[in-house]
């Protein structure tokens, strides 16, 4: 290979900034699909896309396969169809179920292929260990114990037993190395961590997904003390390439070089094999070339990398079958997967309070239902469905995109109680007409650094509390259903609720929630994150000294006896 097709390879770009013809005249390596701005909507028409870029790689001189990849983090959700969009990490944290956690990541694969993409960049086995930071979510929960729990069942789920059949997909661990330890939680900040907190508590699911072979792992845009990661080379050449022995691709994250404000040898010089150069490829790629025609990095350097990428698309299969296939097309949002994303909300719902026992609720009796959550699927879905920060008109002003195929909260109490039981008091109404309320609450979407927040703000909005406090008051019994991306303090809404549950994020399987609070199932999820009594007890961790949270790390109460579940 040439150097200029060798550079080519180690250059990854978004589908909207670079055409065909461009694969084609710099031989380009990989594509990110962000969602392609007009809808495409079926699975056809995503293959249809994809292939006509793959044609263009085939027809250059050396003729590599393109890889193509996304941001599946929490099953297909950038698919503008109706793909299952299952919950994000805290959720699966909380169901502390590995093998089922493994299911999810095969439907992500299936659905992933059926639309031509053979690469995601998940999972995200981040351990947050401050809510503030807006990515918690992304995390299982604060401690180690749930990174080792869920890292090598998503990698073997996404990669399946064989990487090049038609419905599987390259995992990408991330982000490489404690993302989530930053200090005050600051998304993109600075760990201040020693090595052995850093090793202990941030690297043995990095260790797992590379022992279950993971295709590429991503470098985190933090730093750790002091030092950017997508420029340490003591990080990923000798700790993740040399010592852990990883064989895979070291991709950046979003322009991570460039946003570190780093040169590109300096991420050369660090271990980088593939650049995510979105909107700068244009620029980075002669740099590239420039810098080992002036002899700044050695073209072994370069040689190492373009071996790694040859060999991931090796394994993918991409040499053999670089076109999508059709196997997994009717699979996009079928009922064998709904129904097992539908088994991880129920299993993820963390049941905070059961005063006398008001749960399961009785199906016999009419219910209110209300709050800004109870029917709305963008809501309950979170951050990185359809669009970045979600499926919500969000605060680009990117209008709101539907979740086709999903089934909100109330709708998933309708189809629980009928309908003629449900009465819908809207957002923020107030109904006298039955003695339960269930009030759905919690955050709206927000994805990466746009939902860090101070301690204080990590509270339910002031119209919130006070439907709470309204129901409360006409001597309803109040049902909270809260859908956060993280623990918020609620002490008044828990003390003002009969029963009060967290369900996390759930995705598009809203009934999952109605079949538990109706009996249809027990609760059996578990907090992955320590519930702080107040703002100034943010941070707060299992294992701190004096840890004295509102709800430990690991609670949960289970129905029969409403006692604090033990495993
Ligand atoms: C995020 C990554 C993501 C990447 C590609 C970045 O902003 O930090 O988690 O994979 O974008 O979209």
Request: charged share 25%.
């Amino acid at each position: 290979m040439s150097l200029e097709e060798k550079v080519g390879q180690m250059i990854q770009t978004d589908i909207s900034r670079a055409s065909p013809d461009d694969v084609r005249r710099y031989f380009l390596g990989s594509i990110i699909s962000t969602v392609p701005e007009g809808t495409l909507g079926t699975s056809e028409a995503w293959r249809e896309l994809f292939d006509g870029y793959q044609r263009a790689a085939l027809e250059t001189r050396a003729g590599i396969p393109l890889v193509f990849g996304i941001d599946a983090v929490h099953g297909h959700a950038y698919f503008d169809g109706d793909s299952v969009i299952l919950p994000h990490n805290i959720g699966l944290g909380a169901t502390r179920n590995p093998k089922l956690v493994r299911r999810l990541a095969r439907v992500t694969a299936r659905e992933l292929a059926a639309t031509g993409i053979r690469w995601t960049f998940a999972p995200a086995i981040s351990v947050a260990r401050d809510i503030r930071w807006g990515r918690t979510y992304e995390s299982f929960g604060e401690d180690v114990e749930l990174q080792k729990l869920f890292a090598a069942a998503l990698v073997t789920g996404y990669q399946g037993e064989d990487l090049t059949a038609d419905d599987t997909v390259g995992a990408t661990a991330k982000h490489f190395i404690a993302d989530g330890a930053t200090d005050g939680g600051v998304d993109r900040g600075n760990a201040t961590i020693t090595d052995a907190d850093l090793r202990s508590m941030h690297l043995p699911g990095f260790r797992d997904a590379i022992d279950n072979g993971v295709v590429a792992i991503m470098a985190s845009f933090s730093s750790v003390n002091g030092e950017k990661v997508h420029g340490s080379k003591g990080l990923l050449n000798d700790l993740l390439k040399t010592e852990l022995g990883f064989e895979g691709v070291v991709v950046t994250d979003w322009e991570g070089v460039r946003l570190a404000g780093l040169t590109m040898k300096q991420g050369l010089d660090a271990g980088i094999d593939m650049f995510m150069l979105v909107e700068s490829w244009a620029t980075g790629l002669p740099e590239i070339i420039r810098l080992v025609e002036d002899g700044e990095v050695p073209a072994s350097r370069i040689d190492e990398s373009v071996a790694r990428i040859l060999k991931m698309k090796l394994r993918l299969g991409l040499f053999e079958k670089p076109f999508s296939s059709a196997a997994c097309a009717g699979t996009i949002g079928s009922e064998e997967h709904r129904a097992i994303a539908r088994q991880a909300v129920r299993e993820s719902l963390v049941l905070l309070k059961n005063d006398n026992e008001i749960l399961p609720l009785p199906k016999d009796r009419r219910v209110i239902v209300v709050g800004s959550h109870a029917d709305n699927v963008a809501y309950q879905s979170g951050g990185w469905t359809k669009k970045w920060q979600g499926a919500h008109e969000d605060l680009y002003g990117h209008p709101a995109r539907p979740v086709a195929g999903a089934t909100s909260i109330i709708d998933g109490i309708r189809e629980a109680i009928g309908e003629d039981k449900v009465i819908d008091a809207g957002v923020d109404g107030f109904s006298e007409a039955a003695d339960v309320a269930i009030v759905v609450v919690g955050e709206t979407p927000y994805a990466e650094g746009i939902g860090d927040r101070s301690a204080e703000a990590l509270v339910l909005n002031e119209g919130q509390q006070e439907l709470i406090r309204r129901y409360h008051a006409a001597g309803k019994q109040v049902v909270t259903v809260l859908l956060s991306g993280r623990p918020l303090i609620v002490n008044d809404a828990l003390e003002q609720s009969r029963a009060f549950v967290v369900a996390w994020l759930p995705g598009s399987e809203g009934s999952g929630i109605a079949e538990v609070l109706f009996g249809d199932y027990a609760f059996s999820g578990r907090l992955g994150f320590s519930w702080p009594r107040d703002a100034g007890q943010i941070p707060i961790n299992i294992g701190d000294e004096d840890y004295d949270p509102l709800f430990p790390y690991g609670f949960g109460l289970r129905y029969e006896s409403a006692t604090e579940a033990s495993n």
